[in-house]
């Protein structure tokens, strides 16, 4: 299988646009447009019945001591977990392309609606790890369905790497309900999987690392 993007290239920055926050010189960071990135494939395996999607940060902080905190610096040497920002399963066999804004075009507190596609869309929606991230936070807290894009901590040392992978599947509807997470998805998927395809965009809120 192929994935490519209209929106960025492989291993290279995403844009603003695609992003939960952007640079503020004022306030560190700033809510962006929060949109769905452009994504096609192509060479799909003989017998795919349906394509699942996951957008996933390989690098964030294991440990939130030093995280977003004056004066400090998330060290590069700190061990990295992932964070997942998108899970979209039961795509149908005949889709090729996810358009840009799709599914996500603004950042929405509490998050948007799932796990079913508002509007009657293709497909269907985990939630992803905002929704543990801003459980405590009042303003904020609920079950985030669907995109929402990168917002690493503004001092975080390193660039960060956020992978976009397609699965071809031999099912129609993969056997998870409900409030559905990453790793459920990702377990749901075992044994069904037929052929992937991968790409990885980068994003920094650090002024310092993003001048690099």
Known sequence: MKLWSESFK???????????CVIDPATHVAMSSNRNPHLAWSDVPDGTKSFALICHDIDV???GD????EGKTVPADLPRVGFFHWTLIDLPASTQSIAAGQYSSEVTARGK????ISGGGAGRHGINDYTSWFAGDANMSGDYYGYDGPCPP???S????????????DVERLPV???????QLIEAMQGHILGEAKM???YTLNPQVAAK
């Open 177 to 183: 309900d409900g409030k559905f997470t990453g790793a």
């Open 10 to 20: 492989d291993g290279e920055p995403i844009p603003g646009e695609f992003a939960f």
């Open 200 to 202: 990885t965009g980068t």
């Open 113 to 116: 609606s799932g796990p079913e």
């Open 61 to 63: 902080p294991s440990r």
């Open 158 to 169: 390193i660039l960060h790497r956020y992978v976009f992978t397609v699965y071809a599947l």
């Open 66 to 69: 030093d995280v977003n905190q």
């Open 154 to 156: 503004w001092n975080d």
